[in-house]
């Protein structure tokens, strides 16, 4: 269960131009609200865990409750996003969102129907569009998963153009762990010697890469 509702939630909103993926040449032409879920640890929606998650551990192998320790008070983020609409003659380099891939582990995008959301798929390396379908979520892998299952998950290179002539809304919420909990791949049964990343808090890693690419924060370091 993924409650994104609660009187107690921290409240950020970004100016056009605040946000700059990494490798990027211009900030993202989109402006957004941020909102993050504070609950309190005995919280029913915490007691009852993430059954998203559940399907995730099954699917590799691993105990169906293995998440559920790790996410005693989730680093819980929900974003409002608006792009405005990009010109015709707008340059190549000019995103809505800039290729990036989400920082945690799962992201519940809801988008309206204007389109402009692309992946990269992995074979050829060519973007392609994810068009809107109602009633659906776009449910996204991130590093952190992907961290964690060795690559056996893989997190997603994205991005947002929105050619549509008119203005773009989409909400994102952002599910991850416990800020202290650590993510290893040996936890997962890889061996020491076949991991490919070290061990890392999910906190720390998600906050270094808000540091790296939100203006307000690297005006603060």
């Known amino acids: 269960m993924i409650n994104i509702i609660s009187s107690t939630q921290s409240r950020l909103s970004h100016a056009l131009g605040g946000a700059t993926m990494y490798e990027a040449t211009k900030p993202d032409h ?3 609200f941020s909102i993050g879920l504070e609950l309190a640890e005995d919280d029913p929606s915490v007691l009852a865990g993430a059954d ?3 399907v995730v551990a099954a699917g590799l192998g691993i105990d169906e409750d293995f998440f559920t320790d790790k996410y005693t008070k989730p680093f819980q983020r929900t974003q409002m996003v608006y792009y405005p609409p990009q010109p015709p003659q707008a340059e190549a380099d000019q995103f809505g969102v800039a290729p990036h891939t989400d920082y945690g582990c799962i992201t519940l995008l809801y988008q309206d129907n204007s389109g402009g959301l692309q992946v990269r798929e992995l074979g050829s390396n060519r973007w392609i569009d994810a068009t809107p379908i109602p009633g659906s979520l776009v449910v996204n892998v991130g590093d952190l998963l992907a961290r964690w299952s060795n690559d056996r998950f893989r997190s997603t290179l994205h991005r947002v153009i929105n ?6 809304y989409s909400i994102a919420t952002f599910f991850d762990p416990t800020y202290g ?3 290893d791949p040996c ?6 010697a076949l991991s490919l990343y070290p061990p890392v808090a999910a906190g720390d890693y998600i906050l270094k890469r808000i540091d790296d690419s939100m203006a307000y924060r690297k005006k603060a370091q």
């Open 181 to 183: 909990a650590m993510v």
């Open 163 to 168: 050619a549509s002539g008119h203005e773009r």
């Open 52 to 54: 998203l998650l559940r």
């Open 30 to 32: 989109k402006e957004f």
């Open 187 to 192: 936890e997962l049964g890889i061996d020491s």
